[in-house]
């Protein structure tokens, strides 16, 4: 599924791109690993990576934030801190990068060193969510991303969802949208990311299935 240690999740607000940076960050400690998840969010105030330093700390997690994250500021000072986790050979990095160009521009200075070391970067897409419920809307998003981000994407993940009123028909409804995605971008599809609860009654024609756990929930949500 994923090639390299340092892994880039973007996608556009509400396709639930922390959730899952969260959800591969619990899975590779899980697997050994030593993993430091970035917070590159500079533009959005909800939803951050940087919101979970107590719940990252507790699963043996490092979380760095940069200098103006989450600070509305156009360009954010470089870290040496995630410089010098890039370049380490025994760190998996997972870097959640703002969803649209400005929040990209982040990820924009680091993009040489990346690009050294090597790289998956995934765009997550929720069909069901504002600005991303056409394949063309969602590929026009991309390309502002990758332009900020000066990174080539590698891989496009499946994240559609109705938050807890999600069902396998909602998923099923949304693959034709899918597979024009991927022949608009040219770009394989990684994974279909499912709410655990329902990924042990995967439908006949659904492949590349990962379970994740909600762990960013709306306030309204929250219990």
């Not at 040219?186 to 590349?208: C, Q, W």
């Amino acid at each position: 599924m994923l090639q390299n240690r340092i892994i880039v999740i973007t996608g556009h607000y509400g396709s639930g791109k922390t959730n899952l940076s969260v959800n591969l960050a619990v899975d590779l400690k899980k697997q050994g690993k030593e993993v430091t998840l970035v917070d590159l969010d500079i533009v959005n105030p909800y939803f951050r990576s940087a919101d979970f330093r107590d719940f990252c700390q507790e699963q043996g997690i490092e979380l760095l934030a940069p200098m103006f994250a989450n600070s509305n500021l156009d360009i954010p000072a470089l870290s040496t801190p995630v410089i010098g986790k890039l370049r380490s050979e025994n760190t998996t990095v997972i870097l959640d990068v703002g969803g649209d160009s400005a929040g990209a521009a982040a990820l924009g200075q680091y993009a040489q060193v990346i690009k050294d070391q090597g790289y998956d970067l995934l765009y997550v897409v929720n069909f069901y969510r504002y600005l991303t419920r056409s394949p063309k809307e969602a590929a026009e998003i991309l390309g502002e991303i990758q332009g900020a981000g000066r990174l080539a994407p590698t891989g496009l993940v499946n994240n559609s969802n109705l938050s807890t009123e999600t069902t396998w028909k909602h998923l099923e409804d949304i693959q034709p949208q899918m597979e024009e995605l991927r022949s608009l971008t040219g770009l394989p599809i990684a994974f279909t990311a499912v709410k655990r609860d329902l990924a042990g009654k995967v439908p006949e024609g659904l492949e590349k299935i990962y379970p994740i756990d909600v762990y960013v929930k709306a306030p309204w949500n929250e219990e």
